[in-house]
């Protein structure tokens, strides 16, 4: 079955612009979490959703959202861009709790550049 | 808090070599304990997990224990390959997310 899917896998953006990922989970798999990869801070808990409500955040200002639609295909927003701001936005999906032995599967990510 | 340290890299070997990548974790309780693999320009994929104290996880001839003792869960493989070269992230469960460590790049050379 097909993995999970991020669009786009690149993007380049200027300071101030909003921006949306969107990330595609396996079929069947009702939570999506975001993670923020860059070289100084590494792997960064965003957001986790399930069944359309956010049920974790991690330490981001407002300026980071996210929704999760009926399909549990899930969208990341960033408003305001800012230079750091620039990263790998990884997309983890997975049938239910991980806390649950349930596993996360990852996908490319979306390679966002802030100019 | 929780946190999950990693030794610093790049480590760097001949094929065939001996791996050790060390890992050492803080955390209330036993959390389950994963090691996820990078490969350049790809997301993560799990390569292996422990779920409690003593579990050994294994896969694709890596393996670590999970040590409560010492808190340590050491990624081995006993005969690495140009095709190991990765970066290897240590992570460990808290409240349905996953922390990570910094992450241990691995370059094989033939």
């Known amino acids: 079955k097909a993995g999970v899917t991020q669009t786009p896998r690149y993007l380049i953006k200027t300071r101030g612009q909003q921006v949306t990922l969107s990330c595609s989970p396996i079929?069947?798999?009702?939570?999506v979490s975001w993670y923020q990869q860059t070289p100084g801070q590494g792997l960064q808990f965003l957001f986790e959703?399930?069944?359309?409500?956010?049920?974790n955040k991690g330490n981001f200002p407002g300026r980071f959202s996210g929704r999760q639609f009926s399909n549990s295909r899930s969208e990341m927003n960033v408003s305001t861009l800012e230079l750091g701001d620039s990263a790998l936005y990884l997309c983890?999906?997975?049938?239910?709790?991980?806390?649950?032995?349930?596993?996360?599967?990852f996908g490319q990510g979306t390679r966002l550049t802030v100019v | 808090g929780n946190s999950v340290t990693q030794m610093e890299g790049p480590v760097t070997l001949s094929e065939e070599a001996f791996l050790t990548i060390n890992c050492t974790y803080t955390?209330?309780?036993?959390?389950?304990l994963f090691w996820y693999v990078q490969y350049p320009g790809e997301g993560l994929q799990l390569l292996l997990k422990?779920?409690?104290?003593?579990d050994k996880g294994s896969n694709k001839g890596f393996e670590a224990t999970y040590r409560k003792e010492t808190t340590s869960f050491h990624l081995e493989k006993g005969s690495v390959q140009v095709s190991d070269s990765a970066v290897y992230f240590c992570?460990?469960?808290?409240?349905?997310?996953?922390?990570f460590g910094t992450g241990t790049r691995l370059q094989v050379f033939p």
């Open positions: 983890a999906s997975s049938s239910g709790d991980l806390r649950m032995n349930t596993e996360a599967f």
């Open positions: 959703y399930f069944s359309e409500t956010q049920r």
């Open positions: 422990a779920t409690k104290a003593d």
């Open positions: 955390a209330t309780g036993y959390p389950s």
């Open positions: 079929s069947g798999h009702r939570s």
């Open positions: 992570a460990l469960i808290k409240t349905d997310k996953l922390i």
